[in-house]
């Protein structure tokens, strides 16, 4: 697609419920990062995937949180056990790789667990 | 380590310049800047590497002193567009070069 795509982009769950938030990125991206942007903050980063290389999850809060990426396309971000502060907006991004990309944003899942 | 960005909010009027910094406390191998308007993701304003100087795009350049571990972006002639929170994000060297770590933004608001 010509952006990166997140479904869906409102979620409301009951706390305790688990939840699992989708990201497409920009084919040909092999970067993928999610980060977590609570009201009126900046950016937290969560996890980044690069290729085949083991991710990078450690910006992971809890081990409630997990992510997963199918090759360079598809990644899951799964939050069990949901909790009030997590509430949030999760926005997900991907680059190229190298020195000069910056990344492109998708538009996010807002999250509220109530 | 979170860079620290500043000021936290500036007002203009549309035609004003303003300056937006964001300093480290580590040494850095990139810096990126981002404008967030309300309620719709960040778009990529620019990137500058180590070893680098000052970019531009549009009335929109930063810069980068890698001694003083920081960055600015200018907006000169500020445009109602313009308007949004802009963040940097960094990367530190001798760490992940392409995991970024964002500041808390800084708030721009451009009036007629």
């Known amino acids: 697609g010509a952006g990166v795509s997140q479904s869906p982009s409102n979620k409301v769950t009951e706390k305790g419920k688990d939840v699992e938030l989708r990201c497409d990125p920009i084919s040909g991206h092999t970067a993928l990062y999610w980060y977590r942007q609570r009201l009126g903050q900046g950016l937290e980063f969560l996890i980044y995937f690069q290729g085949n290389s083991a991710p990078d999850k450690s910006g992971l809060p809890s081990d409630r949180f997990s992510a997963e990426r199918t090759g360079e396309s598809v990644s899951t971000l799964t939050i069990q056990r949901t909790q009030q502060e997590d509430s949030a907006v999760y926005l997900c991004?991907?680059?190229?790789?190298?020195?000069?990309?910056?990344?492109?944003f998708g538009s996010g899942t807002r999250l509220t667990v109530v | 380590q979170q860079p620290v960005q500043s000021p936290q909010a500036v007002i203009l009027r549309e035609g004003e310049d303003a300056v937006i910094n964001c300093s480290s406390s580590?040494?850095?191998?990139?810096v990126h800047w981002y404008r967030q308007k309300h309620g719709e993701a960040p778009v990529f304003l620019m990137i500058?590497?180590?070893?680098?100087e000052q970019k531009g795009h549009e009335k929109i350049s930063a810069s980068f002193n890698e001694k003083k571990q920081q960055s600015s972006l200018y907006l000169t002639a500020s445009q109602l567009s313009y308007s949004g929170t802009y963040f940097c994000?960094?990367?530190?060297?001798?760490?992940?070069?392409?995991?970024?770590?964002f500041g808390k933004g800084t708030l721009l608001t451009v009036n007629p």
């Open positions: 991004a991907s680059s190229l790789m190298g020195l000069n990309y910056g990344y492109t």
């Open positions: 580590k040494a850095l191998y990139s």
């Open positions: 994000g960094t990367a530190n060297s001798g760490g992940s070069n392409y995991k970024l770590t």
């Open positions: 500058l590497l180590k070893g680098g």
